[in-house]
């Protein structure tokens, strides 16, 4: 099988091509374009989507070319339906369904989110996972159980990822922050007391977000970038801890863009040793969004389902992934 | 002594306290956290344990006895429940503690405790009666949004690890805690527990 998958939620277009034999999948090629929004700024959907429209063709063009397939190759398209910021949905939504209408291909609508979690199993061989999902939009502890993903933690308010970028957006960085962070906190070990909030398997981020603006405003940003990042992370650690004490599960995966976070890694995979648990965590260049988390869900999809009339390949723009059913 | 149980946040090991059984629970360190941060957090969450553990049992909610409380190594030793948590229960006796269950939250939130950790694995049943356990997390609160917070949490957990009978269950939950807190502040608490599901990330927006 051989399937393509465009990703197009929010600040990333990108088209992936993956070849599917089995269980195992190759992947041919995963074209990506970023949208950088300017300093101190955030994701504005009309701009990102704009971004979007200028970039597709040529990034479709390049992944076909990369893969050295022709759309006539194609046994299926799949495009992140959701959840994700409207306009930019509507793009990939759109490239998909000329693609199926006019090469007569089935097409399949994927939630993005269980899109990081089945391209996380496949590049790293975790069998039956907690799951750590952590990036600008998600910030969740999930297991596998009676064909859905439950929920088992969750930010009640923001996620790691806003708390990083809006952060790093009031000290003049520019989206994502992430890395940036990371860099400047190596610079300090000085702690400043913050607002830790752990309810339960749950965690809030909001407070800890203004209370480190004002550190930095009064302080060092060194210091304040550092005492963010050890307050954060300690706080999913904790929540992790709880999670894989209560599921018993004895493998740990994160997945998302804020898994690229070397010092986040670093906690857990020692909170996992302290369980005996296994650690996974997706390799950097397949944390962030890309085509290939879509592409090979649409495939892993196409097991036990036709694609869906053109009429219902749309996008939703709030869609939570413990909500799908999954039967493949 | 005989390590029981390594749990989120501390461990658990079987000891004694004259002559009879007793459980150390002892929460060390965790090398990965900053460690100003660790030795605050295990400090304050010993203190507020051992205090509330103690506080409950005056308005007839049972809990393990507190023997001795160690701030140095952040460690209590108290009564051993040689119960079984609920979570570990068949599914039916699961749907009808649940009723109990939720007497047993409203008489805490009644009496201004939340306990922060409303998970099933912290109810122990043990001779016909249900002990909370773990109030590492328990906050003085009258506050309804607390309240509210701790009956989200046992709600996700049905839905999560319970998934099968979440329905009946948590059916049962709020039919005991409205039972005790009365029905208007129970639509006020199930409002706000609602309120915070929809700021949730990508919650279904009515």
């Given at each position: 099988m051989l399937g393509l998958g465009i990703e197009s939620t929010a600040h990333t277009f990108s088209c992936a091509a993956i070849e599917k034999r089995g269980r195992k999948g190759r992947i041919l090629s995963d074209v990506r374009k970023i949208f950088r929004p300017d300093k101190g700024k955030g994701i504005h959907p009309r701009?990102?989507?704009r971004h979007h429209v200028e970039n597709s063709p040529?990034?479709?063009?390049?992944?076909?070319?990369?893969?050295?397939?022709?759309?006539?190759?194609?046994?299926?398209?799949?495009?992140?339906?959701g959840p994700g910021l409207g306009p930019c949905l509507r793009v990939g939504a759109v490239v998909a369904r000329s693609l199926a209408s006019f090469y007569k291909i089935p097409i399949y609508p994927v939630n993005?989110?269980?899109?990081?979690?089945?391209?996380?199993?496949?590049?790293?061989?975790?069998?039956?996972?907690?799951?750590?999902?952590?990036?600008?939009g998600h910030t969740m502890l999930l297991a596998f159980l009676n064909r859905q993903w439950r929920v088992f933690g969750e930010t009640l308010d923001i996620t790691l990822g806003q708390l990083l970028d809006q952060f790093g957006r009031s000290?003049?960085?520019?989206?994502?922050?992430?890395?940036?962070?990371?860099?400047?906190?190596?610079?300090?070990?000085?702690?400043?007391?913050?607002?830790?909030s752990v309810k339960g398997n749950d965690v809030s981020f909001s407070g800890l977000l203004s209370a480190t603006k004002s550190a930095a405003a009064k302080g060092n940003l060194a210091d304040a970038c550092y005492s963010l990042q050890e307050t954060a992370f300690a706080m999913i650690s904790e929540a992790v801890e709880r999670?894989?004490?209560?599921?018993?599960?004895?493998?740990?995966?994160?997945?998302?863009?804020v898994a690229a976070n070397k010092r986040l890694s670093?906690?857990?995979?020692?909170?996992?040793?302290?369980?005996?648990?296994?650690?996974?965590?997706?390799?950097?260049?397949?944390?962030?969004?890309?085509?290939?988390?879509i592409c090979w869900t649409g495939l892993l999809e196409s097991q036990v389902k036709p694609g869906v009339p053109i009429k219902d390949a749309f996008v939703t723009q709030s869609w939570r992934l413990d909500s799908v059913r999954v039967d493949y | 002594m005989k390590l029981l149980k390594r749990g989120a946040e501390s461990e658990i090991y079987q000891a004694t306290w004259n002559d009879s059984n007793a459980i150390l629970k002892i929460r060390t360190?965790?090398?990965?956290r900053n460690s100003t941060l660790d030795s605050r957090i295990r400090r304050h969450r010993t203190i507020r344990e051992a205090q509330m553990i103690s506080r409950v049992k005056s308005f007839g909610v049972p809990s393990p006895l507190v023997y001795f409380v160690n701030i140095g190594d952040s460690s209590i030793l108290m009564q051993e429940i040689p119960g079984t948590p609920v979570h570990d229960l068949p599914d039916s006796k699961i749907i009808k503690l649940s009723e109990d269950i939720g007497r047993l939250v409203a008489t805490l939130h009644k009496n201004g405790i939340m306990h922060g950790d409303l998970t099933t694995s912290n109810f122990i049943f043990y001779r016909d009666r249900i002990y909370i356990i773990d109030f590492g997390l328990s906050q003085n609160s009258i506050k309804p949004e607390d309240h509210a917070v701790d009956l989200r949490l046992i709600k996700e957990i049905l839905n999560s690890a319970h998934a099968q009978i979440m329905e009946s269950g948590w059916k049962n939950f709020l039919l005991g805690y409205k039972s005790i807190v009365g029905s208007s502040r129970h639509a006020q608490i199930l409002h706000l527990v609602s309120e915070i599901e929809g700021r949730g990330r990508y919650a279904t927006v009515v």
């Open positions: 701009e990102a989507s040529a990034v479709l063009s390049q992944c076909l070319k990369e893969a050295g397939i022709s759309i006539k190759d194609l046994d299926l398209v799949s495009y992140a339906a993005h989110a269980i899109g990081h979690i089945e391209l996380g199993k496949l590049l790293t061989g975790a069998a039956n996972p907690l799951v750590l999902l952590v990036s600008g000290i003049g960085f520019a989206s994502p922050c992430g890395k940036n962070i990371e860099a400047l906190a190596l610079s300090s070990s000085r702690y400043v007391a913050l607002p830790y999670a894989l004490s209560f599921t018993g599960k004895k493998e740990l995966m994160i997945v998302g863009g670093a906690m857990l995979k020692e909170a996992c040793r302290r369980h005996g648990c296994n650690f996974f965590v997706v390799p950097i260049r397949y944390a962030g969004d890309c085509g290939s988390q | 360190p965790k090398p990965y």
